[in-house]
């Protein structure tokens, strides 16, 4: 009985550990299950999360740049069809020029809008015929087709409107007195003392007026004079605007002659502001020699084909006793040893002297 009983014990044993360890394996499953599985699906979440954020600020992003795009591309193509150059903010003051595309229409009479190419100076206008519009703003052509347009009772008040489309690349021609002559590109009005900068400026032979002949000017048009020297303020030279087409020169300097008793004789450019006093003169021959009489000079000038002989004090005109005597263009002025000398010499003497003299270029400005 005891034996039976130890038997059944040693049998139940390994029953009961069996079953003691599938509990324990089940409570550690469950407890895997209950801890682990929540952590799984919430950094599956988390992970989801991120890659949706991702994608859409790549999204985004592409969606940006697909938006700015086009206008990037339509910077691109209007750029290409106008050349590198950019249009400055004051284009809307550029004259019209020879082979300018320009498109006309006239309010309520879409019949008439037409794109006119400029020929001759000329653009062929419906109802009217050719219209001279260059060297004219675009404003300036609108007033001016339209009070045709009136004159000739075709129609009343219209409204004209003018649109440049293409135009050819318009230059100013710079010449004279200037480090670079030639012709400079130039998109809109610019100041007289911008273009000269853009030719690198005066030389020092360049006298005190800037000649301007507009476009679309007949020969015989006046020429438009311009003070300006380099270095001085000069509100006129900054406040007078160079159209595309125009010319521009500078006048070179004038010549006075310095003679008889002075350090250095010769003739002299008038490169002070175009303008030169008796003293002034002398200062630029460096002075009078030591037996040059200070109480009479010469000056010699041509008028109307004339010779006038004016005698003026050194001294006082050194001192500012006298008004100062402004030298003109081709003036000579002559400083003789002492008053008798300079009573007897003759015109032609000191025309003589001053032809054979040489012109010196002074570096005073």
Not at 26 to 35: E, G
Not at 75 to 96: D, V
Not at 214 to 232: F, K, L, S
Not at 255 to 274: A, C, D, F, T, W
Request: proline fraction near 4%.
């Amino acid at each position: 009985m005891v034996t039976m009983l130890t038997i059944s014990k040693w049998i139940d044993q390994p029953v009961q550990r069996v079953r003691f360890q599938g509990v324990r394996a089940v409570a550690k499953k469950s407890l895997l299950y209950s801890v682990c599985l929540p952590s799984i699906f919430f950094l599956a979440a988390f992970w989801c999360t991120l890659a949706s954020a991702q994608t859409n600020t790549s999204v985004g992003a592409n969606l940006d740049q697909q938006t700015t795009s086009p206008s990037r591309g339509s910077s691109a193509s209007a750029s290409s069809s106008t050349g590198p150059i950019a249009l400055p903010e004051n284009f809307g003051q550029l004259r019209i020029g020879e082979a300018f595309l320009l498109n006309f229409e006239v309010d309520g009479v879409p019949e008439l809008s037409q794109q006119l190419t400029v020929e001759g100076g000329n653009i062929v206008v419906p109802l009217l015929g050719p219209v001279q519009v260059e060297g004219d703003s675009l404003r300036t052509a609108e007033g001016k087709i339209a009070k045709l347009l009136v004159d000739g009772k075709l129609l009343n008040n219209p409204l004209v409107h003018l649109r440049i489309l293409q135009f050819s690349k318009p230059y100013v021609t710079v010449a004279g007195e200037v480090q670079s002559p030639g012709r400079v590109l130039l998109l809109s009005p610019r100041s007289v003392v911008d273009v000269l900068a853009l030719v690198g400026g005066e030389t020092t032979a360049a006298g005190g007026t800037v000649d301007i002949r507009r476009i679309g000017a007949a020969p015989d048009t006046e020429i438009e004079q311009v003070p300006y020297t380099n270095g001085r303020d000069s509100a006129v030279a900054r406040n007078t605007l160079v159209y595309p087409g125009d010319e521009v020169y500078v006048r070179r300097s004038g010549v006075v002659y310095v003679l008889g008793e002075v350090q250095k004789p010769g003739g002299y450019l008038m490169v002070h502001s175009g303008t030169l006093s008796v003293a002034e003169a002398v200062s630029l021959a460096q002075g009078t020699t030591a037996i040059a009489s200070l109480g009479e000079a010469v000056v010699i000038r041509r008028n109307d084909n004339k010779l006038e002989r004016i005698t003026v004090s050194l001294k006082k005109q050194e001192r500012g006793e006298d008004e100062a005597v402004q030298l003109k263009d081709g003036d000579m002025l002559y400083v003789a040893t002492n008053k008798i000398k300079s009573a007897f010499v003759t015109t032609q003497g000191i025309i003589g002297a001053a032809l054979a003299s040489a012109i010196i270029a002074s570096s005073q400005r």
